[in-house]
Nanobody, 124 residues
Framework: QVQLVESGGGLVQAGGSLRLSCAASGLPISTYNMGWFRQAVGKEREFVSAISRSGDSTPYADSVKGRFTISRDNGRNTVYLQMNSLKPEDTAIYYC?????????????????WGQGTQVTVSS
């Protein structure tokens, strides 16, 4: 059974940092392209970042570029999202997703497996 479990969310003041983790079981992330998405209240789910199987491709949404960093530890079967200089508009539920097809993708529909999400709240 495939499971993606996100953790690391919480309440932080604007300008602060959080590190999200996505621990996978039932699938070796070394053979998957991984992504992070987020969904704020009343808004559609949006792409945040992705990382290819090799780790050499790491696209970011323009809104987080320069502030967020995605990484992966295949040995721990875990993907991370380091979030710095957080802003109130980063408040959302953050989801981890896995894609078996080649290449990273910014489209949620391209990902087969999803975690349950972790809440990130940034206060002003």
């Amino acid at each position: 059974q495939v499971q993606l479990v996100e953790s690391g969310g919480g309440l932080v003041q604007a300008g602060g940092s959080l590190r999200l983790s996505c621990a996978a079981s039932g699938l070796p992330i070394s053979t998957y392209n991984m992504g992070w998405f987020r969904q704020a209240v009343g808004k559609e789910r949006e792409f945040v970042s992705a990382i290819s199987r090799s780790g050499d491709s790491t696209p970011y949404a323009d809104s987080v570029k320069g502030r967020f960093t995605i990484s992966r530890d295949n040995g721990r079967n875990t993907v991370y999202l380091q979030m710095n200089s957080l802003k109130p508009e980063d408040t959302a539920i953050y989801y981890c997703a896995a894609r078996a097809a080649p290449g990273s993708s910014m489209s949620a529909s391209a990902y087969r497996y999803w975690g349950q999400g972790t809440q990130v709240t940034v206060s002003s």
